[in-house]
């Protein structure tokens, strides 16, 4: 192997490594181990490192219900097994949005299958995960500027107050985290959260990303929560709302970093959403 990979760990046997994307969160590398198995490292960087963390131990909690399996960690390395190379992106480029959101709800309800192992005590609770909308929406109000930061962070605080369906959450779940392979389809890179389950699909009206056609679409979000209000057995205003102060959070968090145009980008989602809910 090229000596500008990290030192695996010896016991975990990998025989060849090939990086295959640098995250913010990690450098992700496809490993051979002992026997010719394939599976994936992520480095982890030292930026988030709490957060990976917390998404390894949500991982290491499920124990491949419903998502990747966690197969070995180090402080800043986990061995994961390999889920497959076709994402629910390029499902829904071949076979088209409605079923990839299909296959999102279906996979939605595999990893939040009920487990008789307490969850981990890291999980993130929804108010600390809601601070960054929190903290601009607070510095919007001392400079006088309404808008929809202010206005998601009083409907976060109002959702979070009447939280129903608490559990462990994915918490980043969009089309290139659902992967498909020889167990079906999985759940990777879960930022371990727990809170109401009606959070766990909010990020999905915002992917992808780049199709504006798709997650602009106020036919499409409507489409969208209905599936996932009848998922969850939950009402589609609340499907809504999650789905609005998420888009809203997204959006200030890019703030945070400087980002203006991904800040404008989740600004229009979250507008649609808006748009959608009024009329709901």
């Not at 609770?125 to 960054?132: E, H, I, N």
């Not at 890179?189 to 780049?210: E, K, R, Y």
Request: glycine share 8%; aromatic share 6%.
């Amino acid at each position: 192997m090229s000596s500008s990979l990290p030192p695996f760990p010896a016991e975990w046997r990998i025989e060849n490594a090939e990086p295959i994307a640098d995250t913010v969160a990690g450098s992700v590398y496809d490993v051979t181990l002992a026997g010719g198995v394939s599976a994936i490292v992520k480095h982890l960087k030292p930026k988030v490192l709490e957060d990976s963390q917390r998404g390894a131990d949500f991982l290491a909690w499920r124990d491949g219900v419903g998502c990747v399996r966690l197969l070995a960690r180090t402080g800043t390395m986990l061995l994961m097994e390999h889920a497959g190379r076709i994402t629910l992106r390029d499902h829904l480029e071949a076979q088209g949005d409605a079923d990839a959101t299909r296959i999102a709800a279906e996979a939605l309800l595999a990893y939040h299958r009920p487990s008789e192992t307490p969850p981990p005590a890291s999980l993130q609770p929804l108010p600390r995960y809601f601070a960054s909308l929190f903290d601009k929406a607070e510095r919007d109000r001392r400079e006088g500027l309404p808008g929809p930061f202010t206005e998601a962070a009083d409907m976060a605080e109002a959702l979070i107050a009447d939280q129903r369906d608490i559990k462990p959450l994915h918490g980043d779940l969009h089309h290139e985290n659902i992967v498909y392979g020889p167990r079906g389809w999985l759940i990777i890179d879960p930022a371990g959260l727990i809170g109401d389950a009606a959070l766990d699909v909010a990020n999905m009206f915002s992917n992808p990303l780049d199709r504006f056609d798709l997650n602009r679409s106020e036919e499409r979000i409507a489409a969208m929560a209905g599936v996932f209000a009848e998922t969850l057995q939950r009402d589609v205003r609340t499907i809504l709302r999650y789905a609005f102060a998420y888009g809203c959070l997204s959006a200030a968090w890019h703030d945070e970093g400087g980002d203006t145009e991904e800040c404008d980008n989740e600004l229009a989602v979250a507008a649609a959403i808006r748009n959608v809910l009024r009329q709901v």
